[in-house]
């Protein structure tokens, strides 16, 4: 028999919700995504067992929404920082709207290889702010080009 190779299509764009809203994925941006998706995640998070963020649950600290801002650190090679910081600082700036987080990138130390980048915001910005710089670096790693 024939072999005919499994090639799976994509079931739909990934969604992300953060603060309150859905947004969907569209090539480099997050795209809010129509009002049902947004009160479905509503309407989810009040019937789940789970504590929502912004209330605050004493076994998890952080996932409080307004819990103070806290800061995470990243090194990315010299190499790898034009990609995030684009063009006169375009993506950049796009992930700072995106996640609205605060990024701090840090000038090039003599001698090293490595930029710092710190993020300030709440956990979920902050985790946000990593995805979407993690996305960034895989599609340039991955030679897929700029997102």
């Given amino acids: 028999g024939a072999t005919i190779p499994y090639r799976p299509k994509p079931a739909s764009a990934p969604v992300i919700f953060a603060g309150g809203q859905a947004y969907t994925i569209q090539g480099q941006y997050a795209i809010p995504h129509p009002d049902q998706l947004t009160k479905l995640h509503q309407l989810a998070m009040q019937h789940t067992p789970f504590t929502p963020l912004g209330q605050t649950t004493p076994g998890f600290p952080g996932m409080d929404g307004n819990s103070p801002a806290s800061t995470h650190e990243l090194a990315i090679p010299n190499d790898l920082i034009g990609c995030i910081i684009g063009r006169q600082g375009s993506k950049i700036n796009e992930i700072r709207q995106m996640s ?12 090293s290889t490595e930029r710092q980048i710190t993020i300030t ?12 710089i993690n996305a960034r670096l895989t599609s340039e790693v991955s030679g897929m080009g700029p997102l």
Avoid: V
Wanted: glycine share 12%; hydrophobic share 45%; net charge neutral.
């Fill in 121 to 132: 915001g709440s956990p979920a910005n902050i985790s946000l702010a990593q995805y979407l």
């Fill in 100 to 111: 609205g987080a605060q990024i701090k990138i840090a000038n090039a130390a003599e001698g």
